[in-house]
């Protein structure tokens, strides 16, 4: 298993960053790493740990970006979350149902006063009566006119469309040990009209006055990056790597990512994707004498 990073737009998307994820039971054993040839200075890092030195390496590196996503595997870790605005950067990330969060005008209690003995307490805090709900929880208790049909692009037959609903939320995990509660932040839910609950779920950061269907094109640009790598994959043989060496794993993929970057580039000049200044061949003018067949004579 590999973590990538890819830069992405609306037309296509090419992975700048891959790393083979090492579980414990590899990265702590002297001899496997001896004999796959795994560079001494790799130790353990859990997936969101590597995809933030990914985008730490990318953005000092000089890579434009103005906001990250990432599916429920890496936004459901808080740290990565943190890390990302950390870096300046918004993020769209897709959250499990069971994350907790503050509703809509609901916050954690305050600290509590001091009594006069011990040290101070500067933890917000809950109670029995005071506490978090679920992403799913959220989402079921949401009027009817919180939900909207928005649709992003076009499908196969016809264009791809959802409800959803947009809510400010506060995000609440471990927040306990915090001395002020997290900031509002976007909780986007879908639920497609033939689905019994909603499907999917989302935390991001983006402005406050973002409208709603922004919001969603904006998540929605995962789609390009799963249909790039699903090409990767199939066209170009990126998964299709045996071998058993660190440095055969990343040198196949670096071939088959610059490969795939060589045929974007030629895509790019070929209408109707490139501008009409990219066109290779110069159309030809027509006669100032030319008449077309059948037409009267000018004199």
């Known amino acids: 298993m590999a ?3 890819s830069a992405a737009n609306d037309h296509a998307s090419l992975p700048i960053a891959y790393r083979l994820y090492l579980p414990h039971e590899w990265a702590d054993d002297p001899d496997r790493r001896a004999e796959a040839g795994v560079p001494d200075d790799i130790v353990f890092q859990t997936k969101p740990q590597i995809a933030l030195d990914q985008l730490r390496a990318a953005l000092a590196a000089g890579i434009e970006a103005e906001v990250a ?3 429920a595997g890496y936004g459901n870790d808080t740290d990565f979350r943190d890390g990302i605005t950390e870096t300046g950067l918004a993020y ?3 959250i499990q149902s069971s994350t907790s969060l503050w ?33 799913k929880q959220l989402a079921l208790g949401l009027p009817q006119k919180a939900w909207r049909r928005v649709s992003w692009r076009e499908g196969t037959n016809t264009k791809l469309a959802a409800r959803f609903a947009a809510v400010r939320v506060r995000p609440a995990h471990r927040d306990y040990h ?41 998540t929605k640009l995962r789609w390009r990056i799963e249909r790039d790598y699903q090409d990767l ?12 060496g660190w440095r055969g794993f990343h040198h196949h993929a670096t071939l088959c990512i610059a490969a795939y970057g060589f045929l974007i580039s030629e895509r790019e000049a070929i209408p109707p994707s490139a501008p ?11 006669p100032t004498s030319y008449r077309p067949r059948g037409s009267p004579d000018p004199t």
Do not use: M
């Open 69 to 71: 996503l990432a599916d």
């Open 3 to 5: 973590v990538s990073l």
């Open 276 to 286: 009409r200044h990219g066109l290779l061949i110069e159309e030809p003018r027509i």
């Open 178 to 218: 915090r001395s002020t509660p997290r900031p509002q932040e976007w909780c986007l839910i879908e639920w497609p009209t033939d689905e019994p609950e909603p499907t999917k779920y989302f935390l991001s950061t983006l402005p406050a006055n973002i409208s709603r269907r922004a919001l969603v094109n904006t």
């Open 233 to 244: 994959k199939q066209e170009l043989g990126l998964g299709h790597y045996e071998g058993r």
């Open 103 to 135: 509703p809509p005008g609901v916050q954690p209690l305050p600290s509590k006063p001091w009594s006069g003995r011990g040290r101070p307490t500067s933890a917000i805090r809950r109670d029995t009566a005071h506490q978090p709900i679920t992403a």
């Open 92 to 94: 769209v990330v897709g």
